[in-house]
Structures are given as C-alpha cells and as structure tokens.
C-alpha cells in the first residue's frame, strides 16, 4: 500500500467521526516539522490533512499492516542530519508523535528510534503527547496540539452615524493566559468585506480604528488569527442615529424630516397633564435606528422609556425620544466620559444615574439597568412601576398615577391617564401601531405602505378619516419628501452619491476630517433649492452653513471650536457676524456679541452658578440681572440692576416642603402667598391685601372655575380631548365648537353673535365668517402664504380684494388692493 494510501485508512480509523473532523477544522492546524515543500493533494477528511516527509527524512514503509499492535513505519534520517528527534518528529493536523524520549501516558501511538530510522508504531501504556513549541496545550478528546494564543477584539461597542461619529479605536488583542503574543499576523473586517491586516506589537495589540457608517446600524466586526485557538473572533457594534439640535437651522423641515440623517420624526401627543409635575404622554417615532423596548414595533417609543446597556468601559444610553449618550472610560476607576458632554453618568448605591447637564434632570436605573425614576432638580421624583419586565405605571410626586396595560402578545394596548380617562392603539402583529382612539372616540391611523421597508412610516390619516400627511424615502430608507395634503407645504430631500447606507470602514491611519462633514440638497414649499451643510465628529451635529436662497438672517456659515461643536463665529447672508466664548469644559455659553465688529455691536454675559447649570449674573446693555438659588436650583431671588441709575428691583421667593412657591415678595417688597391641592395645583392666591382668589381644577390640571376676591365666578367647561368648549363670568357664556381634527370651528358669544373658521385637508385656515354672513376667503400657496383675500358682504357681494406677492424666501414685496 502506498504511504498516502496508508494515511487515509489511518485517520480513517482514529478519527471516530464526522464531528471530529469537523471540529479540527475550527482549530489552527499545525505545519508538520517534516512536511514537502509542495505537499499533494489533500487526504480524504478536512482541508489541511497534509502528512509526508520533509528534506530531511527518507520514507521507508517496514510494515503495511494497518493500525494493530506491532505496526508502524519507519521515517530513515538522510546524511547530516543531526537529529531524528529535531528534524523527523512527525504531526498531523494537531497531532504530535513523540520520540522515545518524550513518550508517557495516553499518546495513541509514537515514534520509536531504531538505529538511522524512526518507527511510528502503537504506544506503550505509559505514553503521552508532546506538542510542539508555539501549541502548548494538547486536547486528549480530540488528539490534538492546539495553540494557547486566543484573538480578542476591545474597544467602544457603540457610535453613532457620520458626521456625528465619532470613530473607535479599536485593537486586535492576541494573548496566552495573560502574557501578549507579539508580531502575530490578525486580519480585521467589516460587513462587505472590507478588511485590514497587519502584525500585532509587544503588547500584542493590532490597532485599528473604526468608522461608522452614514446609516444606523449592528456593524459586525470580525478579527481573524489562524494561529489563535479560536481562529476568529467577532464584535457587534452598535451605529446610532444622528442627534439632532432642533435648535438649528436646516435640522428639521416640514413634517419634520432630518436631513443630516435621513430620519422621518412624528412627536404626537397623546394625552396633556396640565398639572404640577405632569404626566402628559408624548410617542416618538423615529425612521432611523432603533428605539427603546416598550411594546411597539415599528420605531415607535414614548417618553417614559429609556435603557442603559453596556460593561465596564463602555455604557451606552437611549432615552424614548430616540436620543443616545454614550460613556468610556480607560479604567474601572476614571470617571465617565459622554461623547458629547451633554450628559453625566455615575455610579451610586441604588445603580446607575444620567443626568442632562443643561436642566439638571436625570435618569436612576436599578443594578439591572432597568430605569426606576424619572428626577428633576428640584427634587420631584416620576416613579416607575414593573411587572413581568413591563412598565406597568408612572407615579408623579404628588401619587398621581399614568398606568400602561398590554395584550396577551406583551403589546402596549392602551394607557389609562390620571383622570381616568383612556387611549387605545390599534396594533399590526408585530406591535406596529396603527392607530390610536383618543378618548372623545375619534381616532388617528397611521400608513405603512413601503413594501422594502414594512416599518417606514408613509402616511398619516387625520381623525376626519382624510390623508393629512406624505412621506417618501429611498431605497435606502432615508426620508426624501414630506408633505401635506395636497401636496402643500412640501419638502424634498436630495443626498449626494456615495452618502448612503455603507457598511463603514477601517483604518491604521488618521481619519480624514472631511468624513465629519456632509452635505445635503433640500427644495422648500417655494422650489427653492438650498444647501445645508453640516458638521460633526464629537457625537454631535450641528449646522455648519448653508447656500441658497434665504431669507438674509439665517446663518450662511459658521466655525467651531477646535474639537468641539460649539460655534465660535456665525454670519448671515446679510454679513452680519455674531461671535460665542464658552466654558469649554462645561459647555456653557459665557458670551455672545451680536453686530460683532461694528458700531451696532451688542454684548451679553453670563456668569454660571459653580454646581448647578443655571444662571447667576447676565450682563446686557443697560442692565444686569441676577439670580440666586436654594440647594435644589428652586430661585429664591431675581435681582435687575439699571446700569445708568444703578436703580435695582428684586423679586424674592420662598418654597414648601413640595418644593412649590409659598411665597412671593414683589419689588415693592409686599408679600403675596399661595396654597395648593394634593396634585399640586394652586387653589389659593391671597394678595398683599389679603384679597383671596380661589381656583379648582380638573383631573388634568385645567382650571374649571376662579372665585375672585370679589366673589365673581368664572366657569370653565372642557371636553374629553381637554379643549375649552365654554366659558362663563357671572352667568355670561362664551362657547367654542370643534371639528374632528380640534380645529377651532365656531366661537359663540353670550350675546348669540358668532365667528366661524374653514381649514383645507393640510389644517390651514381658508376662511372666516360671522352670523351675519361676511365671510373672508384666503387663497394660499404651497407654503402657506396669503396670496389673494376676498372679503364678502351677506349678500355675497365682493367687498375688497386684496393679492399679494412674495419673493422666493417668503418676503412680502408687494399688496394690491386695501388691506
């Protein structure tokens, strides 16, 4: 029988089953010491199942018979060779067969030396394996040499999209129980097949950095060691949306989109607490990314909602608005980092706590990152109540009560509000809301109707039971349009080739600055087209300038602080500048100079109180203004000082033990007190007169009636979405009257004469008349704007005419006819 031959029947016979040779597979296969430089072609079994004899030896077959005791084969040493034992010692994949010298027990078979040959023959009882230098670790179920070198990869688990970012350094880890591997050969890659290699260092780390993609998304990394006991290993890590600052220009258009990300965002309101503490329930839906856990499918979160994931360097927070803050740090001792310095987190007895540093208000999540209390700084407290993983109830700190019920599929099926009044959702299979019955019966439905994306949501129906909203998106499920019914009030979105939905990338290098920034075309109401450009990189995005036609004060362009997006200089389309300071390490804005460099320059100051995000002393022309506060930032003193008279007037305020104001000293130092119901609401407002004046409220925290000192009543009446339907002062009632959607249709005097409002399917008023039938016909263009008015007498005569033009951002250039 042929060597090869033999071979196969030997591995045939040792190798029990399939699954073994699966599993040697997975593990790194040694190269024998005694292997051809171009082996043949693989024996029947797994690749890499190579076995023949190298420069050194000389194969010589004693005995064919196979795997019984008293055979073996003999490898003959070739002249100058200086050892069989160095040179001729021969593994398989995994297997080592030991000279005589280093047999012991349990080694299946060995090598035996027999003058200038080494015999491969059955062990003695007393044998074991030896495996070679580089694989310490021999697997007696498997017969294998594996390697004790495992691959690992460390860094940030999570990011968010470009340009927000920011990109993780990451490394390639390979190590033996604790000791580095240095200069191993690792590959990295991303979904794509994107990848990078390179040689690890003496610490045996191979460092990369990550990119984030422009889309959200579980990027999969996967590093490769084929000399690691593992092979390869994977992590998962977690590309969020970009956070928005509603507070600049071009973030949000129309209804709204996010152009710098793609995202459609619906905020809808669902039930308004106008009490003390309110527990008003607000749903966010956002197109991009993924949401907090509450019982919806389809992007769907709402506002008592948030998680916190993550280990020991690395914790990452989303709140039910869709907002994500991330947090490192380099050991279990630093003090957490955010991304973007909005946010804090610490460790305390209770778990975890985030706190938003503009308000102070903060996030407590139990040992389980479940979030238990919703605080604000001063003091009150939302609690929040479990069952089965489930959030059950909200209690404000006054024992009002917001309480969540689900279906038998753990779907959010509907939410009982403090008055006792309820809103149910219509639910898809998969949680998908889609639509809710309000409590005056009328109900809202909301349209998924993009076969590739199931979840986007394309359409809203108005409680009319009419289209009242549209949006599109691409094909890779960024918003493109958003408009209203009719096709008004339209905006479009338009994203440069090669922003899409990749994968991300790696790199050894620096990462280029530019991947920070991007820019995207939008076309308004009015056709204008506009670009908007944006800046990023720190975990946050802000507007970085714009191009277009626009309306001369919007900010044409703007710089940043180095390494933070905290602007520093702004200028409009007119020219004109405004200049920022900040306190850098707290991000607060310390001075801001309107008309910089020029004689109409104007100046505000503001000094910040040490612990507290709040105000101490603003300095503007003509005056200051200062504050103080109690332990809790409850203000206990607003201070204005004239800067020419240095003339001061100070308001001051006292606090109850609910944190409401007890008292108030005007500027004339006269006192004025107030008293509260168990909600919190103010029932009781006394003068410093001592007048009196009385207030009730509704389990929604609406006024129902005021008793004035003089004992003048005045009653108000409310429906069941919280809309004022009466009011009456000394028995002379005012009414209103609503449509389905809660647009004002009628409003009644006690005197019978009455005022009445038309809307178009988009809600814009189109029309006005009275009881005595005038009647006033507006004529709109697609972003609103008056352009024709036709007034009527009762007897349907035209009146006045009034048309007006505008230019292409909306301002008005010419009237004709009486206004």
């Known amino acids: 029988m042929r060597f090869l031959e033999k071979l196969v029947l030997i591995f045939n016979l040792r190798l029990k089953n399939v699954r073994r040779y699966l599993l040697l597979t997975s593990l790194f296969l040694f190269s024998p010491l005694c292997v051809a430089a171009a082996p043949p072609a693989p024996l029947w079994g797994p690749p890499g199942f190579h076995a023949t004899p190298g420069e050194a030896c000389e194969q010589s077959i004693i005995d064919a018979n196979a795997w019984r005791p008293g055979w073996y084969e003999s490898y003959k040493l070739l002249p100058g060779s200086f050892s069989y034992q160095k040179v001729c010692i021969f593994y398989g994949p995994g297997h080592l067969y030991a000279s005589e010298q280093e047999i012991a027990a349990s080694c299946p078979y060995g090598w035996y030396p027999n003058g200038p040959f080494a015999h491969l023959m059955p062990s003695e009882d007393n044998a074991s394996c030896v495996c070679p230098p580089g694989s310490p670790v021999y697997s007696p179920e498997y017969q294998v040499c594996i390697s004790s070198f495992s691959i690992s990869i460390d860094g940030p688990a999570a990011t968010k999209v470009l340009p927000a970012g920011p990109s993780l350094s990451m490394a390639a880890t390979v190590k033996a129980n604790g000791e580095p591997g240095k200069n191993w050969l690792v590959t990295v890659s991303v979904p794509g097949g994107l990848s990078i290699s390179g040689k690890t260092d003496i610490n045996g780390r191979f460092k990369f950095t990550y990119i984030p993609p422009r889309r959200p998304m579980v990027a999969r990394l996967t590093a490769i060691c084929r000399d690691c006991n593992n092979v390869s290993t994977e992590m998962d890590i977690n590309v969020t949306d ?19 990300s793609g995202a459609k965002i619906q905020v809808e309101t669902d039930w308004q607490d106008q009490s003390a503490h309110p527990l008003s329930l607000v749903r966010t839906y956002r197109s991009s990314g993924s949401q907090v856990p509450v019982g919806w499918g389809g992007y769907w979160s709402h506002n008592y909602s948030a998680q916190l ?29 955010n991304d973007s310095g909005e946010y804090r987190l610490e460790q305390n007895t209770d778990g975890w706590r985030i706190t938003r540093l503009e308000d102070d208000a903060y996030w407590q999540f139990d ?13 009150w407290v939302m609690t929040l109540s479990y069952a089965g993983g489930a959030l059950t109830q909200v209690t404000n700190a006054f024992g009002r009560k917001l309480q969540f019920f689900y279906d038998a599929q753990g779907h959010l099926a509907s939410v009982t509000a403090p008055n006792g009044q309820t809103i149910a959702y219509t639910l898809h299979g998969t949680g998908r809301p889609l639509g809710v019955l309000y409590p005056d019966n009328r109900s809202k439905s909301y349209l998924y109707e993009n076969a590739q994306y199931p979840d986007l949501l394309t359409g809203i129906n108005d409680e009319s039971g009419r289209r009242y909203a549209t949006f599109s998106y691409d094909a890779d499920g960024r918003a493109t349009s958003t408009s209203h019914a009719g096709g008004v009030l339209s905006y479009s979105v338009t994203y440069p080739e090669g922003n899409s939905a990749d994968k991300g990338s790696l790199t050894t290098g620096s990462v280029d600055g530019a991947l920070y920034q991007s820019s995207v075309q939008t076309t308004d109401p009015r056709g204008n087209v506009q670009t908007w450009n944006y800046q990023g990189g720190d975990g946050t995005v802000r507007t970085l300038g714009a191009s277009g036609p626009f309306e001369g004060a919007t900010v044409a362009s703007r710089s940043f602080a180095d390494g933070l997006n905290l602007p520093i200089l702004e200028t409009d389309f007119l020219g004109n500048k405004t200049t920022f300071e900040w306190d850098v390490s707290r991000r607060l804005l310390l001075k801001i100079t ?30 200051t203004t200062a504050y103080t506060y109690d332990p809790l930032g409850n203000k206990l003193s607003e201070t204005i000082t004239d800067a020419v008279s240095n003339e001061s007037r100070t308001v001051r305020w006292t606090y109850n033990d609910q944190g409401l104001v007890a008292s108030m000293t005007d500027t004339r130092g006269k006192v004025w007190t107030y008293g509260y119901d168990i909600a919190g609401n103010t029932t009781k407002v006394t003068n410093p007169l001592g007048h009196v004046t009385l207030y009730s409220y509704s389990g929604a925290g609406q006024i129902t009636q005021i008793t004035d000192p003089n004992g003048v009543v005045t009653a108000n009446i409310y429906d069941a979405r919280q809309r004022l339907l009466s009011t009456s002062v000394a028995g002379q009632t005012t009414t209103y009257a609503y449509d389905a959607v809660g647009q004002l249709t009628r409003a009644t005097r006690p005197d019978a004469n009455w005022i009445g409002f038309e809307y178009d399917a988009a809600h814009r008023l189109t029309a006005v008349t009275d ?42 250039q010419k009237t004709t006819g009486l206004e």
Not at 595 to 623: C, D, K, N, Y
Not at 776 to 788: E, F, H, K, M
Request: glycine residues 10%; positive net charge; proline residues 7%.
């Open 242 to 260: 970009v956070p928005i600052c509603r507070a600049d220009p071009g973030m949000l258009l129309g209804n709204p989109v996010a152009p710098v």
């Open 309 to 337: 994931v993550g280990g020991d360097f690395q914790r990452n927070a989303q709140f039910g608005n869709g907002t994500l803050a991330l947090f490192t740090r380099n050991t279990k001792t630093d003090p957490w980092v």
């Open 367 to 379: 040992g389980s990152n479940v979030l238990v209390k919703i605080g604000q700084r001063n003091g």
């Open 594 to 623: 309107r008309a910089a460099s020029t004689p109409l320059a104007q100046t505000t100051q503001t000094q910040w109180h040490p612990a507290l995000h709040l105000p101490v002393m603003i300095t503007e022309a003509g005056r």
């Open 771 to 812: 009881n005595l039938g005038n009647r006033i016909d507006y004529t709109l263009d697609n972003a609103g704007n008056r352009v024709a008015q036709q007034t009527k007498d009762p007897a349907g005569v035209l009146s006045r005419q009034i048309t007006r033009m505008y230019d292409a951002v909306g301002r008005l």
